[in-house]
């Protein structure tokens, strides 16, 4: 199984920006695809981006469109979340998360490797 830490949380001024870190230990990394989740108080757990394995190809939520960017670095065994013009609405705990299905899926339950999350505050 693969290991998740993410990294690079913190608190900023709305319509600042935040790059998001997690990396991943144990078995191959390029075997996984790779997603990011958000959880804020009292909600679910939602999705934000995904990312295929090769990352040739990305989704987001309609929420972070424009704003957010995913990428990976396979040789580094890492995958990032660049946030920008951010709003408090996007104050959560941000999980990474991994599985080896190809298929692309929003739900949380289809990702069966988690990290520990960071927590991003927006101030109005």
């Known amino acids: 199984q693969v290991q998740l830490v993410e990294s690079g949380g913190g608190l900023v001024q709305a319509g600042g920006s935040l790059r998001l870190s997690c990396a991943a230990s144990?078995?191959?990394?390029?075997?996984?695809?790779m997603a990011w989740f958000r959880q804020a108080p009292g909600k679910e757990r939602e999705f934000v981006a995904h990312?295929?394995?090769?990352?040739?190809?990305?989704n987001y939520a309609d929420s972070v469109k424009g704003r957010f960017t995913i990428s990976r670095d396979n040789a580094k065994n890492s995958v990032y979340l660049q946030t920008s013009s951010l709003k408090p609405e996007d104050t959560a705990v941000y999980y990474c998360a991994a599985k080896m299905a190809v298929i692309f899926g929003t739900r949380a339950e289809e990702y069966p490797y988690w990290g520990q999350g960071t927590q991003v505050t927006v101030s109005s």
């Open positions: 144990g078995r191959t990394f390029s075997n996984y695809a």
């Open positions: 990312i295929s394995r090769s990352g040739g190809t990305t």
